[in-house]
């Protein structure tokens, strides 16, 4: 790792700072430090590197130059840093607009804190490219009625969206307040800090404690913090808009007490796929073409970001991913076997690729005790039916649809099988009518024999005794209606009580979590399922016996908190009353409101190809 020789640069002249001003201080409501526990570094520090520069691995955005009239250190500190950790998640990096966020969070060249920008993202879910809405700062393009509101991307939805290419979702921004947890957080892309500028006449010392300009922390050597300015690219000693401070000193201090980092997670949900490096001779490995319907373009080969997410949405047509000896990306449409001959050929040249490994469901009904299958005719759309759990049809969820993983590019809509238009992977395209929710279902756990529970909470008040629920696990039974919930399939979503009709809510003073009645200090708590685990919004799973786990979500082939959503109804989101049923034992159909001699009740079977 390439380092900077020991040096301080003057942060700003004394007319830019009486410009700038000094930020404003916001609520830090959306740091949620108190939701980590004290591991979430690891304090064997053996394997952190002596020296780091986030600019070495190629996800770190250039300095720009905020202007000398726009107070936007904060939106710069922060959208560079969210920018460099989610690439480094997703294996994709896309400059994100600096301008769009600055909009969004309505503070158009004025100071705020850095982290609200990780805060922007994870509530819109939408981050609009540099490319699409460039910097220029007070400048803006209007909308609305009289045209007097500046262009915002997730409110206008004419913008694209990079999350629908970076497969992520935003975690919690945690403080990183010792050098120690500070170097561990480097290790995953930038952080950011916020200091107060001069004022210390000692040889050497820039900064000190307070917070009128922010800054991106990028790196570290053995004795001082890199770190990124917005001055531009050509500013500072060494010419390219990054500086240093001693870790020891006045300005290093000040730099810890506001460092935070954001905590980013690869979301599995999106297309459920997971990748595994695997050796092969090349002669193995017959390329994927080009085919009408299957949404696959050379443009998803950029990367191998973009070619690992292209490949999950092709189900059983992409294998895997490979990259040949010139450096060109291939997707895999079968991978043949070695014969006894060539295995042993000396000569033999092998090399490695990343096979691919679907995550499916299989839809089991429960009256019929029979699967969903899907029989494709020589002319026409598939048909749907009914069989056994050896010829069950597999299928993957995505953005609360349900698709074929044979013929990846039909979905479940209503009772048939309707082909999916344009991009797959466009979330501004999908029709709310062809989204699918899970209601009334027991969330078992196989490890444990448990499922998710309501669990009594008494309350003492002054002149009184008040009964909430909160959530437990306990031995599996069907029969009870405390241990029946609606989830989503897909994204996050809020888990409601059949038995109480309401949502679990958070108290946002206490961080308590309960069916409590809607009012006061109390928001939804949302969970989201990723990799077949029940996690909070801030990436902390379930355990086995739906108790919070002490970490935070970690990838598992088959991880023993699983959940399986069981005796569920499985039903259309922008219409509850609309559900997928079997009639007569084998023919599917859509039922509405009271439906007798139907069987519609749905377990999500797991499975892996």
């Given at each position: 790792?390439?380092?900077?020789?020991?040096?301080?640069?003057?942060?700003?002249?004394?007319?830019?700072?009486?410009?700038?001003?000094?930020?404003?201080?916001?609520?830090?409501?959306?740091?949620?430090?108190?939701?980590?526990?004290?591991?979430?570094?690891?304090?064997?520090?053996?394997?952190?590197?002596?020296?780091?520069?986030?600019?070495?691995?190629?996800?770190?955005?250039?300095?720009?130059?905020?202007?000398?009239?726009?107070?936007?250190?904060?939106?710069?500190?922060?959208?560079?840093?969210?920018?460099?950790?989610?690439?480094?998640?997703?294996?994709?990096?896309?400059?994100?607009?600096?301008?769009?966020?600055?909009?969004?969070?309505?503070?158009?060249?004025?100071?705020?804190?850095?982290?609200?920008?990780?805060?922007?993202?994870?509530?819109?879910?939408?981050?609009?490219?540099?490319?699409?809405?460039?910097?220029?700062?007070?400048?803006?393009?209007?909308?609305?009625?009289?045209?007097?509101?500046?262009?915002?991307?997730?409110?206008?939805?004419?913008?694209s969206n990079v999350l629908d290419d970076q497969f992520v979702f935003v975690g919690p921004t945690v403080r990183a307040n010792t050098?120690?947890?500070?170097?561990?957080?480097?290790?995953?892309?930038?952080?950011?800090?916020?200091?107060?500028?001069?004022?210390?006449?000692?040889?050497?010392?820039?900064?000190?404690?307070?917070?009128?300009?922010?800054?991106?922390?990028?790196g570290y050597t053995k004795d001082t913090f890199l770190l990124q300015e917005s001055y531009g690219k050509g500013w500072g000693q060494?010419?390219?808009?990054?500086?240093?401070?001693?870790?020891?000193d006045r300005c290093g201090e000040a730099i810890l007490q506001k460092a935070y980092f954001t905590v980013i997670f690869y979301d599995?949900?999106?297309?459920?796929?997971?990748?595994?490096?695997?050796?092969?001779?090349?002669?193995?490995?017959?390329?994927?073409?080009?085919?009408?319907?299957?949404?696959?373009?050379?443009?998803?080969?950029?990367?191998?970001?973009?070619?690992?997410?292209?490949?999950?949405?092709?189900?059983?047509?992409?294998?895997?991913?490979?990259?040949?000896?010139?450096?060109?990306?291939?997707?895999?449409?079968?991978?043949?076997?070695?014969?006894?001959?060539?295995?042993?050929?000396?000569?033999?040249?092998?090399?490695?690729?990343?096979?691919?490994?679907?995550?499916?469901?299989?839809?089991?009904?429960?009256?019929?005790?029979?699967?969903?299958?899907?029989?494709?005719?020589?002319?026409?759309?598939?048909?749907?039916?009914?069989?056994?759990?050896?010829?069950?049809?597999?299928?993957?969820?995505?953005?609360?649809?349900?698709?074929?993983?044979?013929?990846?590019?039909?979905?479940?809509?209503?009772?048939?099988?309707?082909?999916?238009?344009?991009?797959?992977?466009?979330?501004?395209?999908?029709?709310?009518?062809?989204?699918?929710?899970?209601?009334?279902?027991?969330?078992?756990?196989?490890?444990?024999?448990?499922?998710?529970?309501?669990?009594?909470?008494?309350?003492?008040?002054?002149?009184?005794?008040?009964?909430?629920?909160?959530?437990?696990?306990?031995?599996?039974?069907?029969?009870?209606?405390?241990?029946?919930?609606?989830?989503?399939?897909?994204?996050?979503?809020?888990?409601?009580?059949?038995?109480?009709?309401?949502?679990?809510?958070?108290?946002?003073?206490?961080?308590?979590?309960?069916?409590?009645?809607?009012?006061?200090?109390?928001?939804?708590?949302?969970?989201?399922?990723?990799?077949?685990?029940?996690?909070?919004?801030?990436?902390?799973?379930?355990?086995?016996?739906?108790?919070?786990?002490?970490?935070?979500?970690?990838?598992?082939?088959?991880?023993?908190?699983?959940?399986?959503?069981?005796?569920?109804?499985?039903?259309?989101?922008?219409?509850?009353?609309?559900?997928?049923?079997?009639?007569?034992?084998?023919?599917?159909?859509?039922?509405?409101?009271?439906?007798?001699?139907?069987?519609?009740?749905?377990?999500?079977?797991?499975?892996?190809?």
């Amino acid at each position: 790792v390439s380092t900077q020789s020991t040096g301080i640069t003057t942060l700003a002249s004394e007319n830019e700072e009486e410009i700038l001003g000094e930020i404003i201080l916001e609520t830090e409501e959306d740091i949620e430090e108190s939701d980590f526990v004290d591991d979430w570094w690891r304090n064997d520090q053996s394997s952190i590197p002596t020296f780091l520069n986030n600019h070495d691995r190629g996800v770190v955005s250039r300095a720009i130059h905020q202007g000398l009239t726009c107070g936007a250190c904060g939106q710069v500190a922060g959208v560079q840093a969210l920018e460099a950790r989610i690439a480094l998640v997703s294996e994709i990096h896309v400059p994100y607009s600096i301008q769009n966020f600055m909009i969004c969070n309505g503070r158009v060249c004025v100071g705020t804190q850095p982290y609200r920008m990780a805060t922007l993202a994870k509530k819109t879910g939408w981050i609009v490219p540099k490319d699409e809405l460039p910097w220029t700062k007070r400048d803006c393009k209007k909308w609305g009625p009289g045209k007097t509101r500046c262009n915002c991307g997730h409110k206008m939805g004419n913008y694209s969206n990079v999350l629908d290419d970076q497969f992520v979702f935003v975690g919690p921004t945690v403080r990183a307040n010792t050098v120690e947890k500070l170097k561990y957080a480097l290790q995953s892309g930038p952080a950011t800090t916020c200091f107060q500028r001069g004022g210390a006449k000692k040889l050497g010392v820039k900064c000190r404690n307070g917070c009128n300009h922010a800054n991106s922390v990028i790196g570290y050597t053995k004795d001082t913090f890199l770190l990124q300015e917005s001055y531009g690219k050509g500013w500072g000693q060494f010419k390219n808009g990054t500086w240093e401070t001693p870790i020891e000193d006045r300005c290093g201090e000040a730099i810890l007490q506001k460092a935070y980092f954001t905590v980013i997670f690869y979301d599995y949900d999106r297309a459920n796929a997971y990748y595994e490096e695997i050796d092969v001779a090349e002669s193995q490995l017959s390329y994927l073409e080009y085919k009408p319907g299957l949404h696959f373009t050379e443009e998803d080969l950029k990367n191998i970001g973009t070619a690992k997410n292209r490949c999950a949405f092709l189900g059983w047509n992409c294998k895997g991913v490979f990259t040949t000896p010139d450096g060109e990306l291939k997707l895999i449409a079968s991978v043949s076997k070695l014969g006894k001959k060539k295995k042993d050929d000396s000569n033999l040249v092998m090399t490695k690729y990343f096979r691919k490994r679907q995550m499916v469901i299989y839809l089991r009904n429960d009256g019929t005790k029979k699967y969903l299958k899907i029989k494709m005719p020589k002319k026409g759309d598939p048909k749907l039916g009914m069989t056994n759990s050896k010829k069950a049809a597999p299928f993957f969820t995505s953005y609360g649809r349900i698709i074929s993983y044979r013929h990846p590019q039909y979905h479940l809509v209503s009772n048939t099988l309707v082909k999916i238009e344009g991009d797959i992977k466009d979330s501004r395209k999908i029709d709310p009518d062809t989204k699918w929710t899970l209601e009334d279902c027991n969330l078992q756990n196989k490890a444990s024999g448990k499922s998710l529970d309501l669990e009594e909470m008494r309350i003492q008040k002054k002149k009184s005794t008040l009964i909430e629920y909160g959530i437990t696990g306990k031995l599996t039974d069907m029969k009870s209606d405390t241990q029946r919930f609606s989830v989503g399939i897909s994204g996050k979503w809020p888990l409601i009580s059949s038995r109480l009709g309401r949502p679990l809510l958070r108290n946002k003073k206490t961080r308590e979590r309960s069916f409590s009645q809607p009012g006061g200090k109390t928001g939804v708590s949302p969970f989201r399922w990723n990799a077949r685990q029940l996690i909070s919004m801030i990436g902390k799973p379930l355990d086995k016996n739906f108790e919070s786990a002490s970490g935070y979500f970690e990838f598992s082939p088959e991880p023993e908190n699983a959940v399986v959503p069981t005796g569920c109804k499985l039903v259309v989101e922008s219409d509850r009353e609309r559900r997928l049923v079997v009639v007569k034992k084998k023919r599917v159909r859509m039922a509405h409101g009271v439906a007798k001699g139907v069987s519609e009740r749905w377990t999500l079977q797991p499975g892996t190809i």
